[in-house]
Nanobody, 116 residues
Framework: QVQLVESGGGSVQTGGSLTLSCAVSGSTLTIYSMGWFRQPPAQEREGVAVIYTTDGSTNYADSVKGRFTISHDNAKKTLYLQMNNLKPEDTAMYYC?????????WGQGTQVTVSS
């Protein structure tokens, strides 16, 4: 199993920045990909960004391309999401996830609120 704990959420104004962190522990050698997801109020959860451990390649949702950056520090076993130029529509509960191919373990979430 893989355990994940997010931190770094908070409240910012439009145009501000936040960095989310996700401490990863457990069976980390089995991890194939790691990602960030978010669930805005009264909406479905959506993928934000993913990074693959095999080659470090990344993918982003169109809504965050050019503003968000996903990264992973192997030594610290921590996943990051650098979020710049935040907009009110980025307001959501953010979750990190990681796991072997075909399966994700989830963190408990951290709230990001962007005010206009």
């Amino acid at each position: 199993q893989v355990q994940l704990v997010e931190s770094g959420g908070g409240s910012v104004q439009t145009g501000g920045s936040l960095t989310l962190s996700c401490a990863v522990s457990g069976s980390t050698l089995t991890i194939y990909s790691m990602g960030w997801f978010r669930q805005p109020p009264a909406q479905e959860r959506e993928g934000v960004a993913v990074i693959y451990t095999t080659d470090g390649s990344t993918n982003y949702a169109d809504s965050v391309k050019g503003r968000f950056t996903i990264s992973h520090d192997n030594a610290k076993k921590t996943l990051y999401l650098q979020m710049n130029n935040l907009k009110p529509e980025d307001t959501a509960m953010y979750y990190c996830a990681a796991g072997p191919m075909g399966r994700y373990y989830w963190g408990q979430g951290t709230q990001v609120t962007v005010s206009s």
